[in-house]
């Protein structure tokens, strides 16, 4: 990959969208993970306006100071990028108290979880709407198009997605590139949807690398039945996910009404 040349690539990218849809620039949620982290810069890069916005809901301190970190890193190499922290966690916590209680726990975490980032959303469109700005996605190839492991109407809600062609692998490269901080560089993959320290790779069974390798072989028109042992479990593991996970990477279905019956 031409890492210097892609970045300036998505960078004037970003510009010509925002500037055509009459847009001042960008709201970012950052979480302290490498793709929000690339995402923002490659925002802020653009010189128009860059709002930050952290929104922790029961988020691991780690997290946190990794994503305060960063935006403190973006404001003192870009004037145009600003900071907004918003605490979601008492609107989360209103939200459960509110809903009807459940006899076991773990039947709702993945619905919980799943609202977690639907609150991360509206609050992302409030500040869009407010400032007239883009809502930035921060998804990557493997994510968005792979093995659909995002939120949908979470952080699958966005205007745009600038690294949505990039692998995991390359986003990390255009990270050491662009300078992310090392703790950002080195932090295990997270969603940090569950309030414990769960990685990606935990939830998955797979590691961002393997999967890369499981969706090119799918690309390529191959089967399970064309490898064995680790790598045969890997490519099961990928299907699986891309199959469940189908209707978030396609159009809302619509059902057509016969001309006949009009």
């Not at 400032?131 to 198009?145: I, P, S």
């Not at 990390?172 to 940090?192: C, F, H, K, R, W």
């Not at 680790?230 to 159009?251: C, D, G, S, W």
């Amino acid at each position: 990959m031409q890492t210097e040349k892609v970045i300036d690539h998505i960078v004037n990218w970003l510009k010509d969208y925002a500037t055509n849809a009459n847009c001042k620039g960008f709201v970012i949620g950052v979480s302290g993970g490498i793709d929000s982290a690339v995402t923002s810069t490659l925002c802020a890069k653009t010189g128009l306006e860059l709002l930050c916005v952290e929104m922790p809901i029961h988020q691991g301190a780690n997290q946190v100071t990794r994503a305060d970190k960063h935006i403190n890193w973006l404001m003192e190499h870009f004037p145009n990028v600003n900071r907004q922290p918003v605490n979601l966690t008492p609107v989360f916590d209103n939200l459960v108290a509110a809903l009807p209680s459940v006899d076991n726990e773990e039947e709702r975490f993945m619905s919980l979880a799943n609202s977690r980032a639907r609150l991360r959303m509206t609050t992302l469109y409030y500040f869009a709407a407010l400032e007239g700005y883009l809502v930035a996605g921060t998804g990557n190839k493997v994510e968005d198009f792979g093995i659909g492991f995002y939120t949908k109407y979470g952080d699958g809600g966005v205007d745009l997605s600038p690294i949505a062609d990039l692998m995991k692998t390359e986003v990390y490269a255009i990270g050491d590139s662009l300078g992310v901080n090392q703790d950002i560089m080195e932090a295990a993959p997270t969603d940090g949807l569950w309030g414990d320290s769960r990685t990606d790779e935990d939830q998955i069974g797979a590691s961002y690398p393997e999967l890369e390798w499981a969706m090119e072989m799918d690309d390529q028109g191959k089967t399970s039945d064309d490898f064995s042992d680790r790598q045969k479990e890997v490519f099961l593991i990928y299907k699986k996910f891309n199959t469940a996970n189908r209707h978030k990477m396609i159009p809302i279905p619509i059902c057509e009404i016969p001309a006949s019956l009009k």
